[in-house]
């Protein structure tokens, strides 16, 4: 099983900031990873897949990259809506695999 | 647009089964497979199982692997997902999700919460 990384645990940031998280792949999964947000009391929504491929409804400020074992979400300048946690999750075999989940919070 | 409507929450005791549906509109339901997630209390996402209503092929978690049983009916475009021999630990929100062509999880159901409890 390709197991996932996240760091950090916590992010603590302020409106405007940069937030950089990180998904490790415990082997590669070339360029197989998702990004999903969610918010509390609510689903995960997918949020970019194939790495860096955004989804329909998410400004351009969410940006993803990396491939094989390290990647990379970056929201260039937090708004108040982007306050959540991020899962990443590999397909590139199964099982599927989630991360543990990066929790951005207001500073 | 597509939509994934599950059934109410559950409250079950140790030992019994339970059993979640997720009925789809706004797609060709046997075009994508469901993938069934859950998250318990204050936790990460889990994936669990998956299947493809146009085969039934299936595939399902070495944890619950002969605890889960994953069906589709194709008349009412809905999925189920069975979970028998229930813990404590099995205590969680269960999602039904679409994964398309894409592979990725696409449109999700609202969650269904299961409580075991005694």
């Known amino acids: 099983e390709i197991v996932l990384t996240q760091s950090p645990a916590t992010l603590s940031l302020s409106p405007g900031e940069r937030a950089t998280l990180s998904c490790r792949a415990s082997?590669?999964?070339?360029?197989?990873l998702a990004w999903y947000q969610q918010k509390p009391g609510q689903a995960p929504r997918l949020l970019m897949s194939d790495a860096s491929n955004r989804a329909t409804g998410f400004p351009a400020r969410f940006s993803g990259s990396g491939s094989g074992t390290d990647f990379t979400l970056t929201i260039s300048s937090l708004e108040p809506e982007d306050y959540a946690v991020y899962y990443c999750?590999?397909?590139?075999?199964?099982?599927?695999?989630f991360g543990g989940g990066t929790k951005v919070e207001i500073k | 647009q597509v939509q994934l409507v599950q059934s109410g929450a559950e409250v079950k005791k140790p030992g019994a089964s339970v059993k979640v549906s997720c009925k789809a509109s706004g797609y060709d339901f046997v075009s994508k497979g469901i993938t069934w997630v859950r998250q318990a209390p204050g936790q990460g996402l889990e994936w669990m199982a998956w299947?493809?209503?146009?085969?039934?092929?299936?595939k399902s978690a070495q944890k619950v692997q002969g605890r889960v049983t994953m069906t589709s009916d194709t008349s009412t475009s809905t999925a189920y997902m069975e979970l028998r021999s229930l813990i404590s630990d099995d205590t969680a929100v269960y999602y039904c999700a679409t994964q398309g062509r894409s592979g990725w999880l696409d449109d999700w159901g609202q969650g269904t919460l299961v409580t075991v409890s005694s």
């Open positions: 082997q590669s999964i070339r360029g197989f």
């Open positions: 299947i493809r209503p146009d085969s039934d092929d299936t």
């Open positions: 999750q590999q397909r590139y075999n199964w099982p599927l695999t």
